[in-house]
């Protein structure tokens, strides 16, 4: 095979090849195990130099349908426990092979008024699902890291402002550092976008009262009044990876108001506890800050990639990204151009699964799903307490348990090293998947209940395993 064009009579074969395969995929999902199996020597099938005449598109499919499948890991499946990963719901994944079948690029209302059109409705009604103002500006981005860089780019630009600069036009010269503050809970998405920003991951100042990173308030406010008024930028953070827990947001919005600062909410997570009946209160007051964001691959399962970002003020974010060009067209506020309030040009259509998934679940969809996750987590919560072999080291807050491995008998000394080699049993072992952090100073595991597809029958697993696999470990020293 050659030339694509020679191909094209077998386009609606390949695509009924690539279903079935994903049908098959799914089908088996539920009982899978998450990592093992042939899943190294069926990635190794992946290889060897570019071919100068290419095999077709059946053939090429068909390795992908076997062997790709064989080396995935089901992290669509409802044991994937690791990274705080959603799955992709059904409305959602329909919609997303829709968004690839007719590959619009969603930059302007001009190149797919059908993108731009349900990335307005989609965004309006995420604003409405998290209790945000219909004024605020929004965009879908590629996850957690460009929506914080999009919500940081935003506050950058403000906080020039305040300085008298037009910073995206004339750049840092003569400005000062600028001052960030936040709680030891920071995620490294927040501060790889700080670094590309240009304001530096050594501006960043972190006010930890203890190992967890919880906020030392008395410092936090004490360093706000030295700036004496100077604008500066504060990240609080919905929902710590680690033990799932919340900056006091509301008491830090306050204060940062009072000291002129910008307020922006990493939510990554987060900020879904807002849909929910019991654990609303966590991320009280996130109206209040200047910029929010969150994952849509994480609580709102779609495919990834998928953030979203939301800025009070939807100048700012033109200011920071607006796109120009001699044959470019230019936005409107019935018709605007996304291009022009986020860092992409080229944008996948990643409105079509947000709005479908949005559409066929609905705010009360969401909120049942988000407190199905929270029970079942705090129910394994509960199972570890009552353990004694099992430590559990932070209350459950939301969808995350922290805790580690503790049989009789062994010493604290050795605590870290069993647990390290537990946490690496479990994933060769691949019936649940989770691995280890460090939290507090000891090893511990995180796994995150995220994914629509989980159930109780799944989320068992998690001690029951972990206990099987530590058994086996601890008598082995």
């Not at 064009?5 to 074969?13: E, N, T, Y």
């Not at 840092?172 to 501060?191: E, I, Q, R």
């Not at 706000?224 to 990876?241: K, M, S, W």
């Not at 022009?340 to 259509?349: I, K, N």
Request: a negative charge.
């Amino acid at each position: 095979m050659s030339d694509p064009l020679g191909d094209r009579d077998r386009l609606p074969f390949v695509l009924a090849q690539a279903a079935e395969a994903a049908t098959r995929y799914l089908a088996a999902i539920d009982g899978e195990r998450v990592h093992g199996g042939r899943v190294e020597e069926a990635a190794a099938a992946f290889s060897g130099s570019l071919p100068e005449t290419g095999d077709g598109s059946a053939e090429a499919i068909a390795l992908l349908a076997e062997e790709g499948i064989a080396a995935a890991t089901r992290s669509a499946g409802p044991r994937f426990f690791h990274f705080v990963t959603g799955g992709a719901t059904p409305a959602a994944l329909a919609a997303d092979w829709l968004a690839s079948a007719l590959d619009q690029n969603s930059f302007s209302w001009v190149s797919s008024p059908l993108g731009s059109r349900l990335e307005l409705v989609a965004t309006g009604w995420l604003k409405e699902l998290f209790g945000l103002p219909p004024s605020w500006g929004a965009v879908l981005t590629t996850g957690a890291t460009m929506a914080n860089f999009t919500g940081l780019g935003a506050a950058r630009r403000w906080w020039a402002g305040e300085h008298g600069v037009d910073l995206d036009e004339q750049g840092f010269g003569g400005l000062p550092p600028v001052p960030v503050l936040t709680s030891g809970y920071l995620h490294g998405s927040a501060v790889k976008a700080l670094a590309m920003l240009g304001i530096g991951r050594a501006r960043i100042r972190r006010f930890a009262a203890d190992a967890t990173g919880r906020l030392d308030r008395d410092a936090f406010k004490a360093a706000l009044d030295q700036l004496g008024g100077a604008p500066a930028i504060v990240i609080a953070n919905a929902g710590e990876v680690n033990a799932g827990d919340f900056d006091p947001i509301e008491e830090m919005i306050e204060l940062a108001h009072a000291a002129n600062a910008w307020v922006h909410v990493d939510g990554a997570f987060g900020l879904f506890v807002r849909v929910s009946t019991g654990a609303a209160e966590l991320a009280r007051g996130v109206e209040g800050a200047a910029s929010v964001i969150a994952d849509g691959h994480k609580w709102l399962n779609v495919p990834y990639d998928c953030g979203f970002a939301f800025v009070r003020d939807p100048e700012l974010m033109h200011g920071a990204f607006k796109f120009a060009g001699p044959y470019l067209p230019i936005g409107s506020d019935d018709r605007p151009s996304f291009a022009d309030f986020g860092p992409e040009a080229s944008r996948r259509a990643r409105a079509l699964a947000v709005w479908a998934t949005l559409r066929a679940y609905g705010r009360a969809g969401y909120r049942e799903m988000v407190d199905r996750h929270l029970g079942l987590a705090r129910e394994v919560g509960a199972e570890v307490v009552a353990s004694d072999d099992f430590e559990l080291l932070a209350p459950v807050r939301i969808n995350v348990i922290c805790f580690r491995y503790r049989p009789l008998g062994v010493p604290e000394s050795a605590l870290d090293d069993l647990n390290r080699r537990l946490g690496a049993a479990i994933l060769e072992d691949g019936r649940v998947y989770f691995g280890t952090t460090v939290y507090g100073g000891k090893v511990a595991f995180r796994p995150a209940i995220s994914n629509w597809r989980t159930t109780a029958v799944d989320a068992d697993l998690i001690v029951a395993i972990a206990r099987e696999l530590g058994e086996s470990l601890a008598a082995s020293r």
